[in-house]
């Protein structure tokens, strides 16, 4: 059971190293559509919503990666 347990917390890390990939991508994407075209295009609307999109995720799966380590540290006990 331990063993499982820091097996999914480990898949859960690379979840969470792919979303904050996907974050600076979007920002870094966003700002330099914005500095070229201007801030009133779609493409840096979407950009921009897709970034709080993606800081939710980021907190689901800290969230996630919170629970597992508490249930690891309970069966360590």
Excluded: C, H
């Amino acid at each position: 059971m331990k063993e499982a347990l820091k097996e999914e917390i480990g898949v859960w890390k690379e979840n969470l190293k792919a979303v904050i990939y996907l974050f600076v991508l979007d920002i870094s994407g966003t700002i330099a559509r914005a500095v070229k075209v201007g801030i009133v295009d779609p493409w840096v609307v979407a950009g921009a919503l897709l970034s709080y999109f993606l800081l939710g995720v980021y907190i689901l799966v800290w969230r996630q990666i919170n629970k597992l380590l508490n249930q690891l540290r309970e069966i360590e006990k």
